[in-house]
């Protein structure tokens, strides 16, 4: 199996404009989990699903920041309008329901 | 989620074993230890988890207490490439709800010096 696939790695953008983040996870795994890691805050979970459904959402930090998961081999993680704070590194995890976290390489995002 | 405690950094020899404690005195009867690591600039990289019983993989050994109240998380033979930092996360495996939630605290850098 390839892991976790994400998409861009890197991604340079002006605030206002619309980021979308993917994630392809491990095939099998029936969760999957988005993650922010900064310097200041660390890695934060934001969002999690499992079969597709989004389970607890409490980590996403406002409106501007949206997940959705389409089918079983895709998500999308989506910044509009992106601000500057917004820069970090985000990481896509997939996992059974016995297994660890398995994660991505994490797309780096800066926003100018 | 039972709170962990680690130390902030640890220092080992290139070939010898890295033991790496975690304290996680709160811990409920329903909790797994989970350790996971991240090297520079990668994404977080699952190593083992646990209930009660020591396990063993590939990559490494974890010995779990009596009391479960700590744990200790073994690299036997400890290589550069195994500079990294490495949580220690206690959570439920139950169905549903937020269980499946990983709260990354801190961590230890562990250092493998030539």
């Known amino acids: 199996d390839a892991g976790v696939i994400q998409s861009p790695r890197h991604e340079v953008t002006e605030m206002g404009q619309e980021v979308t983040l993917r994630c392809k996870p491990i095939s099998g795994h029936d969760y999957l989990f988005w993650y922010r890691q900064t310097m200041m805050r660390g890695l934060e979970l934001l969002i999690y699903?499992?079969?597709?459904?989004?389970?607890?959402d409490s980590g996403m930090p406002e409106d501007r920041f949206s997940a959705k998961m389409p089918n079983a081999s895709f998500s999308t993680l989506k910044i509009q309008p992106s601000e500057p704070r917004d820069s970090a590194v985000y990481f896509c995890?997939?996992?059974?329901?016995?297994?660890?976290?398995?994660f991505g390489p994490g797309t780096r995002l800066t926003v100018l | 989620d039972a709170k962990t405690t680690q130390p902030p950094s640890m220092d080992c020899a290139e070939g010898r074993a890295a033991n790496l404690p975690c304290n996680h005195s709160?811990?409920?009867?329903?909790?797994?230890v989970y350790w996971y690591r991240q090297i520079h600039s990668q994404g977080p990289q699952y190593i083992i988890h646990?209930?009660?019983n020591n396990e063993t993989n590939e990559m490494a050994s974890l010995i779990i207490t009596e009391d479960r109240k700590s744990s200790t998380l073994i690299l036997p033979h400890a290589t550069l490439r195994d500079t990294a930092v490495y949580y220690c996360?206690?959570?439920?495996?139950?169905?549903?709800?937020?269980?499946?939630?990983?709260?990354f605290g801190k961590g230890t850098l562990l250092t493998v010096n030539p």
């Open positions: 996360i206690v959570r439920a495996l139950n169905s549903g709800g937020s269980n499946y939630k990983l709260t």
């Open positions: 646990g209930l009660k």
């Open positions: 995890a997939s996992s059974s329901r016995t297994s660890g976290q398995f």
């Open positions: 709160t811990i409920s009867g329903n909790e797994y």
């Open positions: 699903f499992n079969n597709n459904v989004p389970i607890d």
